[in-house]
């Protein structure tokens, strides 16, 4: 081989290697255990401002991992929680904020036109460092913003975990 073949070569197997070594990732998701935490701590944050909520946790893909439904929760809950933490998981925002983008912007007020969306204050990811891991959805509080409240004292409340 000439000096030049080699170094093309060599070139050419490092590119072929970096294509490969993309075809796989590596990904982190939210536990069982971790879920399940994350939705008893937001049903009790609701808890002791006399709210009966339901709470939701989804995975990075928007599948259901812990649900929780307090006592006097009404029906309608249960699906509002799943629905605000599939949207927030996929769209990987707080659905407070994409509702409210949503009334101010016409073009994205047909996000209410996605299957499984609902954009109510409630749903918020749960991260690791800048990566979504999953979501939490709250439904049942007297306001999507009081929704959101519980489920951000219940991601306070497991912070440490998520570095």
């Given at each position: 081989m000439t000096l030049s073949f080699k170094t093309a070569f060599i070139?050419?197997?490092?590119?072929?290697?970096?294509?490969?070594?993309?075809?796989?990732?590596?990904?982190?998701?939210?536990?069982?255990?971790?879920a399940n935490q994350i939705a008893?701590?937001?049903?009790?944050?609701?808890a002791a401002n006399g709210y009966a909520v339901s709470a939701t946790v989804?995975?990075?893909?928007?599948?259901?991992?812990?649900?929780?439904?307090?006592d006097n929760a009404g029906p309608h809950t249960l699906a509002a929680s799943q629905q605000k933490a599939y949207t927030s998981a996929s769209a990987k925002n707080n659905t407070l904020a994409m509702m409210e983008g949503a009334q101010k912007n016409p073009?994205?007020?047909?996000?209410?036109?996605?299957?499984?969306?609902?954009?109510?204050?409630?749903?918020?990811?749960?991260k690791l460092?800048?990566?979504?891991?999953?979501?939490?959805?709250?439904?049942?509080?007297?306001?999507?913003h009081l929704d959101e409240q519980c489920a951000l004292a219940a991601l306070d409340k497991i912070k440490d975990q998520l570095k």
């Open positions: 070139a050419l197997s490092c590119i072929a290697g970096a294509a490969q070594a993309q075809a796989v990732r590596t990904e982190h998701n939210i536990s069982l255990d971790l008893a701590a937001s049903v009790s944050a609701c989804v995975d990075r893909a928007g599948g259901v991992r812990a649900v929780q439904r307090a073009a994205a007020a047909n996000l209410v036109y996605i299957p499984g969306y609902l954009l109510l204050g409630g749903g918020v990811p749960v460092g800048n990566e979504v891991i999953g979501a939490v959805g709250v439904g049942g509080a007297p306001g999507g």
